[in-house]
C-alpha cells in the first residue's frame, strides 16, 4: 500500500517522461510504480489522460468536470496501486476507477438536487461550433442535447461502442456483461437516442 | 418504445452491421432492410453522425500533464461567498505583499512555489477556521475546503481529527471522515479512526467508519471491532459487519498461516 510519502512527490515534482519509459508497456510501468517510481504514473496519464478525457466529457459534456475526474481518477490510481493486479491490463482497470468515480459524481449531485438533466440537455453542445455553419452547429446541439437526455446507462454504452470504437466484448468486459447483452443496450440506446432527438427536432420546428 | 416503431430485426442485427461483424451476405441482407425499414434507417444516420460529433479541448493545464493537477477535488466548492472572499482577499493581499519582490527576482520559479505554499497555507487557515464555526453548516464547508488542499498540513489533518472526534452533527463527523480518507498513509490517521470507533455512537457514522477501516485493512482495529461486536447496545447491523470484517480478516490470517 502506498504511503503517503510515496504518494505526495507527485503534487511537488515536475512530471517528466524519461526516455526509458516510452518503451515500457502500461503494465510495466505500472509495476515500477508500485516499486515506488510513482513519476511512471506521469507517462500512463501521458498516455492515456486525454482519451479518458474524451470520455468522461462525452458523458458529461462539462470540461472542468471531466478534467478534475480524470486527473483525481489518476490520484486514485497512485493511491490504490496495491490493488493492481499482476496479469491485468492498465487501461480497463483505470476505466473502472474513473466510472466509480463519475457514478459517485451523480449520485452525489442527485442527491444533494444539484445535477438536473434538463439543465445538462439544454446546456449540450452549446459553444462548440461557434464557427461552423448554423445548421451543422444546430444539428451537433440537438444530437448532444438527445445524448444528454439518455440515461448513463444508455449513454456510457453509446460513447464506449461509438466514440471509443471499443469492440462489444471488451465492453461487456467493463460493464460486467456479455458480449450479447451489450448489443442488446446498444440497440436500445440507439432507439432510445433517435426518440430524444425526434422530440427535440420537433419541438424545435414548433 | 413505441410498438408502433419497434424493429425485432433491427434490434437483432443492427449492432453487428455497425461494428461490420455481420457475415457478408447478412450485411447485405440488412443493408437491403435498412433501405426500407424507417426506424433502422435512422438509427443508422444517426450513428453515423454521432462519430462526427465534435469534443471541447482539454485545457493547457491539463494537456501539461499531472504536475497541473493539484488535488483539485471533483466537488463543487462549498464554501460561502463571503468566505471565499474573504479568502481570495487574504490571498490577494498576500500576493500583492510578495507580487513587487517576485517580480524582481530572477529565480521566478521558487518565487511562485514560495507563494504557491502560503496561499496553500492560507487555505489551510481558512478551513481550521470554519472547523471551529458554530454553525454545522459551516464545519461542513470547513471540511470540503480541506479537500481542496493540495498537501494539508498537520494543523489542518489534526482540526478534521478532533472534528471526527467531538463534532456534535452526525454530517459533519462524515464529511470529516471522508476528507481523512485521503490521509490513509499517516499512521496517526489509522490510528485515530480506529480508535474513533469505540467512541463513535451513530450507527451510520460506525458503519462509514467500518468500511474505511475495510478499505485500509486496518488490521489493528481488530479490538475496536471485537469491543463493538461484544456490545450489545450497538445496532445489530454494524455488529454483524464488524463479526463479518473481523472474519475475513482472520480468516486471510490464516490463510497466510500466521494465526493458529
Not at chain 2, 461483424?21 to 433501405?35: D, I
Not at chain 2, 514560495?114 to 497555507?121: A, M
Not at chain 2, 478499505?215 to 481488530?222: C, G
Amino acid at each position: 500500500m502506498a504511503s503517503y510519502s510515496t504518494y505526495m512527490p507527485i503534487f511537488r515534482d515536475r512530471w517528466l517522461s524519461p526516455k526509458s519509459y516510452a518503451a515500457a508497456t502500461d503494465e510495466e510501468l505500472m509495476r515500477r510504480v508500485q516499486a515506488g517510481e510513482t513519476e511512471g504514473m506521469g507517462e500512463l496519464f501521458r498516455r492515456h489522460g486525454e482519451r479518458l478525457y474524451r470520455y468522461c466529457w462525452r458523458m458529461n459534456q462539462n470540461r472542468q468536470l471531466s478534467e478534475d475526474l480524470v486527473q483525481e481518477a489518476f490520484a486514485r490510481a497512485l493511491r490504490f496501486q496495491g490493488t493492481f493486479r499482476e496479469g491485468h491490463r492498465f487501461e480497463p482497470w483505470i476505466y473502472q476507477i474513473l466510472r466509480n468515480l463519475q457514478t459517485d459524481y451523480w449520485r452525489r449531485q442527485r442527491f444533494e438536487g444539484d445535477w438536473d438533466d434538463e439543465d445538462m440537455a439544454a446546456e449540450a453542445g452549446k459553444g462548440l461550433t461557434a464557427d461552423a455553419e448554423v445548421a451543422k452547429q444546430q444539428e451537433t446541439e440537438l444530437l448532444y442535447a438527445a445524448l444528454a437526455r439518455l440515461p448513463a446507462e444508455k449513454r456510457e454504452v453509446l460513447v464506449l461502442a461509438r466514440f471509443e470504437e471499443r469492440p462489444h466484448a471488451e465492453i461487456g468486459a467493463m460493464l460486467g456483461c456479455g458480449e450479447g447483452a451489450v448489443r442488446v443496450r446498444l440497440c436500445r440506446a440507439l432507439e432510445s437516442l433517435r426518440q430524444e432527438y425526434r422530440k427535440l427536432l420537433e419541438r424545435r420546428t414548433t | 418504445m413505441k410498438e408502433s416503431e419497434f424493429c425485432a430485426y433491427g434490434e437483432r442485427s443492427l449492432p453487428a452491421y455497425l461494428d461490420g461483424s455481420l457475415e457478408a451476405e447478412a450485411a447485405r441482407t440488412f443493408a437491403g432492410h435498412v433501405a426500407g425499414c424507417a426506424v433502422c434507417r435512422e438509427q443508422v444516420k444517426l450513428w453515423d453522425r454521432l462519430a462526427a460529433l465534435p469534443v471541447e479541448p482539454p485545457s493547457e493545464t491539463f494537456r501539461q500533464g499531472l504536475p497541473g493537477m493539484a488535488r483539485r477535488t471533483v466537488a463543487r466548492p462549498l464554501v460561502s461567498d463571503r468566505v471565499a472572499a474573504w479568502g481570495m482577499a487574504a490571498m490577494l493581499a498576500l500576493l500583492a505583499g510578495t507580487g513587487g519582490y517576485w517580480l524582481g527576482a530572477r529565480e521566478g520559479a521558487q518565487q511562485v512555489a514560495l507563494v504557491k505554499k502560503d496561499v496553500e497555507h492560507l487555505r489551510g487557515l481558512v478551513a481550521v477556521g470554519l472547523l471551529q464555526q458554530p454553525s454545522a453548516v459551516d464545519r461542513l464547508r470547513g471540511v470540503n475546503y480541506t479537500a481542496r488542499l493540495s498537501a494539508a498540513d498537520e494543523g489542518v489533518v489534526e482540526a478534521l481529527l478532533t472534528t471526527l472526534r467531538t463534532d456534535g452533527s452526525v454530517d459533519v463527523r462524515l464529511a470529516a471522515l471522508e476528507a481523512l480518507r485521503q490521509y490513509e498513509g499517516r499512521p496517526r490517521v489509522r490510528q485515530e479512526v480506529s480508535k474513533a470507533l469505540r467512541r463513535e455512537d451513530s450507527p451510520m457514522v460506525q458503519m462509514v467508519l467500518l468500511e474505511t477501516l475495510a478499505a485500509w485493512r486496518e488490521r489493528s482495529a481488530e479490538v475496536e471491532l471485537a469491543a463493538l461486536v461484544a456490545d450489545e447496545a450497538v445496532e445489530q447491523g454494524v455488529r454483524e459487519r464488524a463479526r463479518q470484517l473481523l472474519a475475513q480478516w482472520r480468516e486471510k490470517l490464516e490463510g497466510l498461516g500466521l494465526r493458529q
